[in-house]
């Protein structure tokens, strides 16, 4: 399917961006302290723009997955055991690259006895021993829906907390096996019911051969189960070996999403083809408390 000219633009400014000094030392920065990145490994489009103004959300506990999800690029595998050191290293360069708001996420590390929740709430907590000002968000897997681990994570103080439902329920069985839609909200619902004041956030990639009916529903879905935060973007195949894209959304599209979401209850969202997640996560939150 040939992409059209909304997407082809965006791709190659970013291209560009990541030429240029910024992006090269951020890059370098991140390989001196042998930190890997969901940018590179997930092969974002927002790369270049992103390492352009000094920042990158962090793939911790590795870059091998433990599922194998068909529109993901991260590699599934045998993974190494957690790095007690990283982190440290995370909050080093979250201090010297001076961010006010880090994002970080991981493979889905089922392999682990508490599927790394103890990790992402190290990664919290060295983070706000750096610097107390800094923001996290971590953007955890969903724990195989084990309440105690959610709450390890919880308990550390994210700044808020993102679990990305990624599409409607009908195609899991086809994209996300090994995951479940119910107990991906579920984790959005405890959260909200554990620690009320910590925002929830989801995403969701249209492309996959969804329906209006089954958008709109995961948007309610979602809401009635305690997120208030939204994404919404463009599913994007890594390579030709990944599940083929079925549709592309229009600018004026994704427009009218956003807006429904909106009018559903949602206080902040991010509608667009290149939306991922952790993309201008900072900008989502502070829309949501309203700076």
């Given amino acids: 399917m040939k992409y059209p000219s909304w997407i082809v633009e965006e791709v190659k400014k970013n291209k560009k961006d990541l030429r240029q000094n910024q992006a090269e ?7 001196l302290k042998k930190l890997h990145t969901v940018c590179d490994e997930a092969l974002c489009p927002n790369k270049g723009n992103c390492f352009k103004n000094g920042e990158a959300t962090f793939l911790i506990l590795g870059d091998i997955c433990t599922r194998n999800c068909g529109f993901c690029s991260v590699k599934k595998g045998k993974a190494e055991p ?14 010297k690259w001076r961010l006010k708001y880090v994002v970080f996420t ?18 919290i907590k060295e983070i706000r021993k750096a ?19 959610l709450e390890k994570v919880l308990e550390a103080g994210p700044s808020v907390l993102a679990h990305n439902i990624e599409m409607p329920e ?35 990639i249209l492309g996959l051969g969804e329906k209006e009916s089954e958008i709109k529903k995961t948007v309610k879905d979602l809401f009635s189960h305690g997120c208030e935060i939204l994404c919404i973007g463009q599913y994007l195949a890594p390579s030709e070996k990944h599940k083929k894209i079925e549709k592309f959304y229009s600018p004026m599209e994704f427009k009218e999403y956003e807006d429904y ?17 952790s993309y201008k996560a900072k900008e989502l939150y502070l829309k949501f408390i309203g700076a």
Avoid: C, M, Q, W
């Fill in 170 to 204: 009908r195609l899991y069985r086809e994209y996300r096996k090994g995951s479940d839609y119910v107990r991906s909200l579920k984790i959005l619902e405890n959260s909200k019911k554990l620690f009320p004041f910590i925002p929830v956030k989801s995403s969701l």
């Fill in 25 to 31: 030392s951020v890059a370098a920065d991140l390989n």
């Fill in 261 to 277: 979401a909106l009018t559903v209850g949602f206080k902040a969202v991010l509608s667009a083809p290149l939306v991922r997640s």
């Fill in 106 to 123: 991981s493979p889905t590390r089922d392999d682990l006895p508490d599927y790394g929740a103890a990790h992402y709430a190290n990664v």
């Fill in 131 to 149: 610097d107390k000002n800094i923001l996290t968000e971590p953007l955890i897997p969903d724990f195989k829906g084990e309440i105690e681990h």
């Fill in 82 to 95: 957690p790095d007690s050191s990283e982190p440290k290293r995370i909050a080093d360069l979250a201090v």
